[in-house]
């Protein structure tokens, strides 16, 4: 699985052992939406050319997602381990499949890398927010079946 790859090499951190929370610490109402809730969630995704997951490579930590609960909208952003990663995409695309159908219908979802952490930046973050590109990509296949692997591995 080394052949090719962008990042041969990336730097794997330990995870973190979760903190439990009981109802009362972090829900204040039924749609209440909680930064770390959604972090335990989406941290084991696994990345798409290596078998750790994002929290591991340091892609995603709990200070990455900000919850607006007056404008109704979420915002993870995300670094790829190099400069030029050409999985961003796909990393974005296993977060918001993996979130679809967890927060509340009245949130909007924005998925970013993180400013200055990608060489394509502006383009990687329209795609990722973009209704129609993200339907189209989901529609492939072979692109399908990597955010499969990725949300849906049992190697971590």
């Known amino acids: 699985m080394t052949l090719g790859l962008i990042n041969a090499n990336p730097v794997v951190h330990a995870k973190k052992e ?7 610490s972090h829900s204040h109402s039924e749609d209440a939406v909680d930064p770390l809730e959604i ?3 989406v941290r084991d995704i696994r990345d798409p050319e290596h078998p750790y997951s994002l ?9 990455s997602i900000s919850v607006d609960e007056k404008l109704g909208r979420i915002l993870i952003t995300f670094t790829p381990t190099i400069q030029h990663c050409s999985m961003a995409t ?12 967890f927060f509340p219908p009245h949130f909007k979802l924005d998925i970013k890398v993180t ?4 060489a394509d930046e502006e383009s990687v973050n329209k795609q ?3 209704k129609e590109r993200v339907a ?10 990597l955010v499969d692997e990725c949300l849906y591995s049992c190697e971590l």
């Open 18 to 24: 979760r903190v439990p929370r009981n109802e009362e």
């Open 136 to 145: 189209a990509a989901l529609e492939n296949p072979n692109l399908r079946q």
């Open 90 to 101: 796909v990393i974005g695309l296993c977060l918001r499949v993996k979130l679809k159908e």
């Open 115 to 118: 400013p200055g952490s990608h």
């Open 55 to 63: 929290e591991q490579l340091s892609v995603l930590s709990e200070e």
């Open 39 to 41: 972090y335990d969630y």
């Open 128 to 130: 990722l927010n973009d």
